[in-house]
T-cell receptor, first 112, second 114 residues
Framework: QKEVEQDPGPLSVPEGAIVSLNCTYS??????FMWYRQYSRKGPELLMY????GNKEDGRFTAQVDKSSKYISLFIRDSQPSDSATYLC????????????FGAGTQVVVTP | KAGVTQTPRYLIKTRGQQVTLSCSPI?????VSWYQQTPGQGLQFLFE???????NKGNFPGRFSGRQFSNSRSEMNVSTLELGDSALYLC?????????????FGPGTRLLVL
């Protein structure tokens, strides 16, 4: 079993809809959680970073962490075709220098 | 501030050859991590360097090695290339690689092994 599970999709939504993405993890040592967006043939771009349970909002993006359930989510409101990309969740424990553990990534397609 | 840069962007090699990839971190960042991204395995951690020392290492064979220079620039080397080494190699930098720090990725080097 992988430490971080993420449905690879693809997830297809109409423009303007809410995109809902999630990851589950098994390692309770993970304390820091990130969401990255990766366009085709590009490097991952940091979208959201959080280290506590609860919600964090930034513009159209909301990140949610539930440490008791080992479950994190990312919501994208008012989705645009430019949001079409692969979204990767990443996690880090407190003692591992410079190492992020990634989910498989979910491919999102927003159709006009 | 300039982002993480990686050179070259594309590379084609044949089996058995070796390759060296280069990464320049964001100015002021001293931690550099390397990852391999493939369709089958996703993003996997190779190693991390800080202050010219390898502090952390993933589960890759000894053919994969790296180093860091005093200006924080880093290189990774893959010797005796195999077909399965074809991948996007990404480097990421952060201030010191500490627990609460986020990592910023470069565009990657796409390696094709024939």
């Amino acid at each position: 079993q992988k430490e971080v599970e993420q449905d690879p999709g693809p997830l297809s939504v109409p423009e303007g809809a809410i995109v809902s993405l999630n990851c589950t993890y098994s390692n309770s040592a993970f304390q820091y959680f990130m969401w990255y967006r990766q366009y085709s043939r590009k490097g991952p771009e940091l979208l959201m970073y959080t280290y506590s349970s609860g919600n964090k909002e930034d513009g159209r993006f909301t990140a949610q962490v539930d440490k008791s359930s080992k479950y994190i989510s990312l919501f994208i409101r008012d989705s645009q075709p430019s949001d079409s990309a692969t979204y990767l969740c990443a996690m880090k424990d407190a003692d591992s220098w410079g190492k992020l553990q990634f989910g498989a990534g979910t491919q999102v397609v927003v159709t006009p | 501030k300039a982002g993480v840069t990686q050179t070259p962007r594309y590379l084609i090699k044949t089996r058995g050859q070796q390759v060296t990839l280069s990464c320049s971190p964001i100015s002021g960042h001293r931690s550099v991590s390397w990852y391999q991204q493939t369709p089958g395995q996703g993003l996997q951690f190779l190693f991390e360097y800080f202050s010219e020392t390898q502090r952390n290492k993933g589960n890759f064979p000894g053919r994969f090695s790296g180093r860091q220079f005093s200006n924080s620039r880093s290189e990774m080397n893959v010797s005796t290339l195999e077909l399965g080494d074809s991948a996007l190699y990404l480097c990421a930098s952060s201030l010191e690689g500490g627990r609460q720090e986020t990592q910023y990725f470069g565009p990657g080097t796409r390696l094709l092994v024939l």
